[in-house]
């Protein structure tokens, strides 16, 4: 089986199967928003993009949109090889 650009599981605490998947192109890559609770509201407390960057490199982005999650910078970016 082809190895994935990207490849992603998911686990939540009530249910017994874990979610798995990635995207089927080469050229594929993926967006997933994580909504969490604040002061009774729900707000997007972060958003991990892949996507290739051209034939040999692969980003992966997190970024938070303010101070929902403690990290000391908005952006973080991960860049591989193929």
Same mark, same amino acid.
């Given at each position: 089986? *082809? !190895?994935?650009?990207?490849?992603?599981?998911?686990?939540?605490?009530?249910?017994?199967?874990?979610?798995?998947?990635? *995207? #089927?192109?080469?050229?594929? @890559?993926?967006?997933?928003? $994580?909504? #969490? /609770?604040?002061? @009774?509201?729900?707000? !997007?407390?972060?958003? $991990? $993009? @892949?996507?290739? /960057?051209?034939?040999?490199?692969?980003?992966?982005? $997190?970024?938070? *949109? @303010?101070?929902? !999650? *403690?990290?000391?910078?908005?952006?973080? /970016?991960?860049?591989?090889?193929?």
């Amino acid at each position: 089986m *082809p !190895i994935k650009n990207f490849s992603i599981e998911c686990e939540f605490d009530d249910h017994i199967s874990k979610f798995t998947g990635g *995207p #089927q192109d080469k050229d594929g @890559g993926f967006s997933v928003t $994580v909504y #969490q /609770r604040s002061d @009774g509201e729900e707000i !997007i407390a972060a958003k $991990v $993009v @892949g996507t290739v /960057r051209d034939a040999e490199v692969l980003a992966l982005d $997190v970024w938070t *949109p @303010g101070s929902a !999650i *403690p990290i000391n910078c908005n952006l973080v /970016r991960l860049l591989t090889k193929r």
